[in-house]
Structure formats: C-alpha cells, structure tokens
C-alpha cells in the first residue's frame, strides 16, 4: 500500500498536498483500491466555497458511487481536466495524475490537523 510521507489525509480517504496556500486533493491508493476500476469522476463545484467535510463531488466505480469530501474549507479552483477522458488515472496514479481537485485553501493550518502517513496507516490496518 501506497501512503506517501509529504501529503496529508483524512479519515474518508482523501489526502491534501499544500503548496502555499493551494492544496491538490485526491482519493488515496487504499480508497481507489476499495472502490475498484474508477469510471467517472464528478465535481461540479469548481469556483464554489466550501467548508471543510462537504461533499465536493462524486466518484463512480463499476460497483459504486462514492461521496468524495473536502478535507479543508477553501474554495475549489481547479478540476483535473484530464480525468474526463481518463478516470482510470484515479487507479493508476492516485497520487500523481489521478488528482482530482485544486483548492485555494482559506487556513492553510488547518491542513496540519490532518492525519500524517503514520496515522493515516494505523488508520487502514485497524
């Protein structure tokens, strides 16, 4: 199982990775595994401000449909374009080019609340 150092991550399996004050946010290599072969991914909230726990789109695999949940408050700027043509890049590359959101974040330190790779591990072993 994949759980890179740098980023953070949520209970709901999501992990933030903060470059000042824009965080890129995904499903993690546990969550896209649960969820099997990704077909669509959908966020219709881009340029809408949330608060940290909303549901900021859908992910839908084979078997399911998944609520995805924004870890942070902040407002969503960006949508992975390229998960249109390829939402399969969800299970390849969760966290490389299967990202889904870009968020200008409004506490960049609320991200520090978040779980670090060695809680978010102990977290899917339990």
Same mark, same amino acid.
């Given at each position: 199982?994949?759980? @890179? ?6 209970? %709901? ?6 470059? &000042?004050?824009?965080?890129?946010? !995904?499903?993690?290599? /546990?969550?896209?595994?649960?969820? !099997? ?9 881009? &340029? ?6 909303? +549901? /900021?789109?859908?992910?839908? $695999?084979?078997?399911? +449909?998944?609520?995805? /949940?924004?870890? +942070? ?11 249109? &043509? ?16 870009? +968020?200008?974040?409004?506490? @960049?330190?609320?991200? %520090? $609340?978040?779980?670090? $790779?060695?809680?978010? !591990? ?5």
């Amino acid at each position: 199982m994949n759980i @890179p150092a740098n980023l953070r991550y949520t209970k %709901d399996h999501e992990w933030v990775l903060l470059e &000042g004050n824009i965080a890129t946010i !995904g499903i993690t290599d /546990f969550a896209q595994r649960e969820l !099997g072969d990704i077909v669509y991914v959908d966020v219709p909230n881009v &340029g809408k401000a949330l608060s940290a726990e909303e +549901v /900021f789109g859908t992910v839908e $695999a084979v078997k399911t +449909v998944s609520d995805l /949940f924004l870890p +942070v408050a902040g407002t969503i700027k960006e949508l992975n374009s390229e998960l249109d &043509g390829q939402p399969e890049l969800v299970n390849t590359d969760p966290y490389g080019q299967g990202w889904m959101i870009k +968020v200008t974040v409004s506490n @960049p330190a609320d991200v %520090d $609340a978040l779980m670090d $790779a060695a809680a978010y !591990g102990k977290l899917i072993e339990a």
